[in-house]
Nanobody, 123 residues
């Protein structure tokens, strides 16, 4: 069983930055692919970024060049650095974990989810 706890959300203005953190309570954190997803009101949960054990990462086109995902396997933590935030980035952001070897942009491939943290970007 993997428990995930996100933190770092908040209310910011357009152009500001935030860093989200997700702490995992599992001994074998390093073997999991970790993903960030987000869900805006009335919309489907959508992929933001994912990172594998070695640090390789992938991003949705909407955040490429602005967001950076990273992980610290010694601290069992994954981060999402969000720069140049836009009002359309407003959503609840979720951390997720999977052992699947592919399909990392597919929310149905993830087995474990955090409770989410709210990010609100004002214009």
């Amino acid at each position: 069983q993997v428990q995930l706890v996100e933190s770092g959300g908040g209310l910011v203005q357009a152009g500001d930055s935030l860093r989200l953190s997700c702490a995992a309570s599992v001994r074998t954190f390093s073997v999991y692919t970790m993903g960030w997803f987000r869900q805006a009101p009335g919309k489907e949960r959508e992929f933001v970024a994912a990172i594998v054990w070695s640090g390789g990462s992938t991003y949705d086109d909407s955040v490429k060049g602005r967001f950076t995902i990273s992980r610290d396997n010694a601290r069992n933590t994954v981060y999402l650095q969000m720069n140049s935030l836009k009002p359309e980035d407003t959503a609840v952001y979720y951390c997720a974990a999977t052992l699947t070897r592919g399909g990392w942009n597919n929310r149905y491939e993830y087995d474990y989810w955090g409770q989410g943290t709210q990010v609100t970007v004002s214009s």
